[in-house]
């Protein structure tokens, strides 16, 4: 079986530099999850690293591919300096090993809740997963291997989540457009959210 860690972080290290630092974190009944810190201008991003070693596979599978099926890394990018965002490296390795410990498949549009803020004093509990290929291009693997994708994460309010559960991802994604939302600031308020236009 091919290693595909070292191509990933390969990959991240291309497109986003030199990681400033990295913290493992292991789950009971899963691999460990590193998550990379790398500061670029006023940006910092957060990139996890461990979750795509595995294909991600439905719950509901009598079994389990071992190849086959997507993989995926986490990206969250904060704007730096505005407040302490290191301790969300602890969140975001849960998000990743929810695939192995829960067997969710983690995919654009999908809303992911850590239960508690993001980092201390976040107004943020949850994000929501947003399409790949902007920041981080896919990585391609051999056949028959999926490739990695590298998946934003955009923290959201508890008043976004719920409204998104009834919307859908993209009605919240175009309110955040139309209203300018700076999605990486670490304290932004929740977007307006009256009713949805027809």
């Known amino acids: 079986m091919v290693d595909v860690l070292p191509l990933v972080e390969a990959r991240l290290n291309s497109a986003l530099g030199e990681p400033d630092a990295r913290a493992s974190v292991t789950f009971l009944g899963a691999d460990r999850i590193e998550v990379l810190r790398f500061q670029e201008g006023d940006v910092v991003r957060y990139a996890t690293l461990g979750m795509s070693a595995h294909p991600m596979s439905d719950p509901t599978a009598m079994v389990v591919d071992p190849v086959e099926g997507p993989r995926a890394e986490l990206v969250l990018s904060v704007r730096a300096g505005i407040t302490d965002t290191g301790p969300v490296l602890r969140p975001l390795a849960v998000l990743a090993a929810s695939p192995q410990v829960e067997g969710v498949i983690v995919a654009p549009g999908a809303s992911l809740d850590v239960g508690e803020p993001l980092w201390p004093g976040a107004p943020f509990t949850s994000v929501l997963v947003g399409e790949p290929g902007g920041l981080v291009e896919d990585l391609e693997l051999d056949t028959p291997l999926d490739p990695v994708r590298f998946l934003p994460l955009l923290p959201m309010t508890p008043n976004e ?20 939302t700076d999605l990486r600031d670490p304290n932004r308020a929740s977007v307006p959210l009256g009713p949805s236009p027809e």
């Open 161 to 180: 989540a719920a409204w998104k559960r009834v919307h859908g991802a993209a009605a919240l994604q175009e309110r955040w457009l139309s209203h300018g």
